[in-house]
């Protein structure tokens, strides 16, 4: 078989970046009162920074914090355009008229609406692009941005049809068929819907519609997500934090699934595997127009590492692990049971108080550093179909006792994940992926969450 064909990358800490930015922001907020007292809305509402929104930051004229960041690790990549690609930070983009902040949310009109702001939007309702000034200071501005698919930094031409069909096709991802006689019927149905789109309206914007109807159907499943996102939605930013989704799928479709990931726009980015004890593993995949990253997650061999095991044909092992279960009880996380979480950045310190008032805990955290924090909370159940329980048993995948214990109380099916990222680190902790095991194997529930509850379902 073919060696894997995927960038690998070691992603590392840049703090000097990092402090260059923060107290470039720290400067821009205290000459915009009104932009700083939305940040610390921000923290206590829904326990997300506003450094974690930052989209780009436009100006005429450099002044001294633009120097400054150009001088740590920010470089020209085209006309007028400055990025620092060794980690996770904003863009500086150099465009006539007032130094101005953009922040990501996930509609202007219902930012704008949030904060009883009344401003001039830029960019045709529904399309891929729009933006509003909402705060201004002397010489400064901060601007909410929404992004469908347009990484640019001028409005695009949209005609009216184009706009009528991305709303066409989002209600097509939203509503469409997920339960099927087979899963190849259901594949091949989902790549159908996937082309479609992708021929009316390119790859980044299809791509950015599917994963909102993703999105909303994990929410139908995820009470944690549900409520988080109303936290988010009072302030005006939605789910503009994002930092990746999950999907689970089984070895005999798992090339089926990457394949309409990459007609959407994603690209292999490097991959983590959990150990041979555990026998599954995660290739990550990035949307660079989106900046969105996706953890594709399954059963792995230790001798499958060095192969390309998101193109390659997966003979069936002898025993499912961790992802095989899981599709199979529930079934594939591209059909009926949907993302199995969605990762959103956070202060991962106040967003877990803030939602232990309200009765929703976590699991331990799987990585604990200063660059990297992830957490999830401990879950949503859903029945399981007794059959496929049945199945499992009968082939040696789960034992009796767990096969009942599954009959009787459902098994998980979807986190939030709590994620907190510092000094500009845009990579995972590889050597930690271990500790997830116990955190999301349906045969690992009972000891871990102390049997069937959680906060779901």
Known sequence: MPVVARIEKDWTIQPDAEAMLRAALQAWLASVPPAGAFARKLLGGCGVRLRDLLDHVSYEQADAHIDALCSVGWKARSSGVHAHDEGYFPELVQRPGPMTVWFRVESVEAFLAAQGITASIEGVAH??????????????????????????????DVTPLKVRNARLHLQAFRSRRRHFDTVEQGLAHTEALVDAAVADLGQHWACDIWLTAERDYWMMRCSAGRFQKARQDRLGIGWSNIDHHTYDGSRQHFRHTVRILEKLGYQLREMLYAGELAGWGSQILEQPSL???????????????????????????????????????HGESILEAGLNHVAALFDQRLLRDQLGVDGIRMMSPFSDFPHLYQELTLGDWAAVEPSRVDALERAGHIDPAEAERIRLNGAIISHLENIERNDGFKGFNKPGID???????????????????????
């Open 127 to 156: 399309g891929p692009w729009r933006r509003a000034v909402a705060f201004t200071g002397a010489g400064i501005r901060f601007g909410a941005i929404e992004r469908r698919g347009h990484h640019g930094f001028d409005a695009p």
């Open 291 to 329: 900046k969105s990253t996706i953890f594709a997650d399954v059963d792995l061999a230790p001798h499958e590492l060095d192969i390309d095991f998101a193109h390659e044909e997966l003979p069936e092992l002898g025993k499912h692990r961790r992802a095989g279960v899981l599709s199979a009880l």
């Open 435 to 457: 500790g997830v095991l116990r955190k999301l194997d349906p045969r690992a529930y009972a000891r871990d969450a102390g049997g069937a509850g959680g906060n779901g379902s």
